[in-house]
């Protein structure tokens, strides 16, 4: 498939061009030459997405294979018409667009100038009505007030985000008492699995460790379960197998449930 080719060609001309490290587990920060080749193009595609590679992902790819787990989430936050919804690391937008009829407001945050434009795009209406914000930022570094939510969700971004107990903090922290907390944290694992980033930039965590990081961060009531990560649909299959030939296994999308007491 074309989407297949595209993407491990530009695996092959991240291999000729060499500096193929692996980053650190202990390291914070993802520059793009502590990347491994492949580190590099699921950077460009899917983690913060830019130039030709991030414009055919949030235009193509991310909507559809988003799909099941927007549902999932939805599933999970049981919005009420009053209330207030932050998305960190909103992609386009799509997930709050299909969202915002059913509560008050909405917000979102991404640090891709690609995505930021479609989300935009995307709840024009309710951005014009004041019901809406869209926010070029850091995740670890929310410009909002305290208490500002209701509830707040992250959906197939948190394991790329340098540095994930911050970013933990900074949705505490803009969370109002009682307020929700629905993430998707990584991916399944099997236990006393090492905390560890693939192709040095996405996270992977054992249970007991998400449950640890967001305990201490100030969250009760921690509950999780497992999302399929790809559909059945055949962009979804297309993607699975340059994940297959990337050798990466395609597990599925652990979601945390939580409450700010």
């Known amino acids: 498939p074309y989407y297949v080719n595209l993407v491990l060609a530009a695996v092959r001309r991240e291999l000729e061009a060499g500096h193929d490290e692996p980053q650190a587990a202990h390291q914070q920060a993802s520059p793009d030459h502590q990347l491994s080749a492949v580190g590099r193009v699921m950077r460009q595609a899917f983690g913060i997405p830019s130039g030709p590679l991030g414009w ?4 193509a790819l991310m909507p559809l294979i988003g799909g099941s787990v927007y549902q999932d989430i939805a599933d999970a936050l049981h919005l009420r018409a009053d209330d207030e919804l932050l998305d960190v690391g909103c992609g386009s937008g799509a997930f709050l667009a299909r969202q915002a009829g059913h509560v008050h407001r909405v917000a979102g945050i991404d640090l891709s100038d690609l995505q930021i434009e479609l989300a935009r795009r995307n ?13 070029k930022g850091d995740a670890a570094a929310l410009p909002w007030p305290d208490d500002t939510f209701t509830v707040v969700t992250s959906m197939e971004s948190f394991a790329g ?35 560890q980033r693939r192709w040095g930039l996405l996270w992977l965590w054992a249970d007991d460790t998400v449950q640890r990081m967001v ?35 395609t597990r599925d999308l652990r979601s945390v449930s ?3 007491p």
């Open 56 to 59: 055919i992902s949030t235009r």
């Open 123 to 135: 709840l024009g209406d309710r951005i014009t009505a004041g019901t809406a914000d869209i926010v």
């Open 161 to 195: 985000f340098p540095d994930p107990e911050q970013v933990l903090a900074e949705m505490f922290r803009v969370l109002r008492p009682a307020g929700r907390l629905v993430v998707n944290i990584g991916e399944a694992v099997p236990a006393g699995t090492p905390t």
């Open 215 to 249: 305990e201490q961060a100030g969250f009760t009531d921690v509950t999780m379960h497992y999302t399929p990560a790809w559909g059945d649909d055949p962009l979804s299959k297309a993607t699975m197998k340059v994940m297959d030939r990337l050798g990466a296994e």
């Open 258 to 260: 939580a409450t700010k």
